[in-house]
């Protein structure tokens, strides 16, 4: 079945040591997007790629960073997690941005 | 540690019985709207989406409704089961600026036995 990965399904990691999350995707959607979900919130918008084009929100921190090496792969690295970055974080794609975005299962992040 | 979130706003319902969540958006350049459905631990899930030029949408138990006028969207669900037992969110996607989803606060659907 076509569908969104994200891995690994939960990561802990140490304040301030680097972390990547990966996500792919089966479905040869033209963007990718990653969201920061915390406890009781809304899913936000971290960034999107369309295509090999990056495109980050306004106020996402500059400790966060995205790779897209392929259309089925997008990344995203966490450059020094503190802990308010501890999270649940989600990968989306859709075939065109105003289309339906299909979600991954998230990974959950926690920093000690 | 993850900070403390903010309080969702809450339905309970009786099994069997229908329910309604209300979302209000504020952008009258949003063309497109969708629902999704979050369980504990997942990523959201689709439930229905609709279009501007519609006003009344039908899936499998569910049914949403938009009401251009007063920038209102609800969502519908028959004869709700356990497994309705979720936060639900309303999202909306605007034709013009970056077209990026903005997602409603959400609402936490339990269920009664």
């Known amino acids: 079945d076509a569908m969104v990965i994200q891995n690994p399904r939960y990561q802990v990691t140490q304040f301030g040591k680097p972390v990547t999350l990966s996500c792919s995707q089966t479905?040869?959607?033209?963007?990718m997007y990653w969201y920061q979900q915390k406890s009781s919130q809304a899913p936000k918008l971290l960034f999107h790629y369309y295509d090999k084009d990056f495109n980050n929100e306004a106020d996402t921190p500059d400790n966060f960073q995205s790779r897209r090496p392929n259309t089925s792969f997008c990344f995203l690295d966490i450059r020094s997690p503190g802990l308010g970055d501890a999270a649940m974080y989600l990968c989306a794609t859709s075939r065109d941005t105003g289309f339906q975005q299909f979600f991954g299962p998230g990974t959950r992040l926690t920093v000690l | 540690g993850e900070s403390v979130g903010l309080h969702l706003p809450t339905l309970s319902v009786q099994e069997g019985d229908n329910s309604i969540i209300n979302c209000a958006y504020s952008n009258s350049a949003s063309d497109y709207f969708i629902w999704y459905k979050q369980e504990s631990g997942k990523g959201p899930q689709f439930i229905i989406d609709i279009r501007s030029n519609m006003d009344k949408r039908q899936g499998q138990r569910v049914t949403v409704l938009l009401n251009k006028t007063v920038k209102h969207l609800s969502l519908q669900i028959a004869a709700t089961q356990p497994g309705d037992s979720a936060v639900y969110f309303c999202?909306?996607?605007?034709?013009?600026?970056?077209?990026?989803?903005?997602f409603g606060t959400g609402t936490r659907l339990t269920i009664i036995p």
């Open positions: 999202a909306e996607n605007s034709r013009f600026g970056n077209e990026k989803l903005t």
């Open positions: 479905l040869n959607h033209n963007v």
